[in-house]
């Protein structure tokens, strides 16, 4: 489950006390747990920003978000990483650490929650053949491609089953089978219980793949699901 109630959000400026422009505006909406979400919006609208608020990496400037059944104001340092290990990414923001394998990358979720090892290496197998990366589990991330790597990405956000799945602008770096494969495992998870919202600028995308939109605007929402 996901709420945002009245949630403003300004970024602090650079090297300066004072904050930068309202980026996200008013924002209230929630998303049932097994919804499958776009978020939609102009280059700039406050696409990556939700994404960022939803996913744990930065507060609201004010208002109330509610995860994982747990509101943000009622999360100390020391519960956070619990919540945010139950949330996978796929964006900018994580890359994979560059020294571990492509194995030990995805392995990471299952190994921090404390999963035996020999359901590790099931898990982690499976997937990373599932996506086409059989061949490439002791490859360095750099000796991926920029395709494989995002793949290797949305293998580590879903193995193990995260209730919040947040995935940025798939568009760009998957090819359109890739695509349509990611899709489909993302909605097999939404049906298993996961909440997953997916950004993306490209219209066309999101309806080839009918499903409630969240629509931004100059970081106000102009449609909700
Ligand atoms: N780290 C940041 N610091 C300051 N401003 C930012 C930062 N990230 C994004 N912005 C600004 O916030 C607004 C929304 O950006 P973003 O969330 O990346 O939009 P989108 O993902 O929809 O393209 C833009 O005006 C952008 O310049
Ligand atoms: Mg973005």
Redesign the pocket.
Known sequence: MVRFESVWLR?PRKGGATA?PD?LRDLSFELTPGTFCWLL?E????????LRVMGLSLPPSTGTVTVLGASTSGMTRRTMPRYRRQIGVVSQDFGLLPDLSVFDNVALPLRLEGRPEAQVRADVTEILGWIGLAGKLVAAPAELSDSEQRRAMVARAVVNRPGLLLIDEPAGWLDPEQLNQTIGLVRELCRLGTTAVV?T?DRALAESYPAPALR?SH?ALAATP
Not at 43 to 50: D, I, L, Y
Request: charged share 10%; net charge positive.
């Open positions: 970024y930068g980026v919006g280059a700039g609208a406050g696409k990556s920003t939700v950004a600028r931004l970081g």
